[in-house]
Every structure is written in C-alpha cells, then in structure tokens.
C-alpha cells in the first residue's frame, strides 16, 4: 500500500490525462498562460529603471533613444546613450 503522497501524486496525474481531453480545460490553461505572459511583459517593462529614460528638455516629452530632434515639440536635443 503506498503513502498518501503516493495516492495524491496518482490522482493529479489522473485528472491531469482527463483534463487534456477536455477543451474547456486545454483553453482556460492557454489562457491562463496568455495572461501570466502578458503580466510578465508589462512587469518587466515597467520595472526598468526611469533613469535610461530621455527627457525632452524643452517639453519634457519621452524621446526615442539617439533623438537628435523632439517627436512632440520639434527643438533640437543632444543625443546621448542611457546612463551618460
């Protein structure tokens, strides 16, 4: 007779089998996955530093890095690579 672990272990295997063939279940696990990955990515985007951000000067306007010119008010800026 085995340990309850053992039994545990035995019956999420089973349900696990009896799950793949349920596509209710094979769907919500996509879109369970879909939501964490995203999650995951909107993290990671908003977790870098704000100091590799440029700042428009003039405008205070978010530039793509090696601007040479501001996309919102047209002044000229310095390009300089992040942490400079």
Known sequence: MGSIWDKLKEAA??????GTNDPRLVRA??????TIDQFKQGYNERARPEEHKVICPHCRAD???KA??????????????PGE
């Open 63 to 65: 530039l793509p890095p």
């Open 29 to 34: 696990a996509k879109n369970l996955k879909e």
């Open 13 to 18: 295997l089973q349900a696990g089998r009896a």
């Open 68 to 81: 040479r010119f501001c996309p919102n008010c047209g002044a000229k800026v310095d390009p300089k690579e």
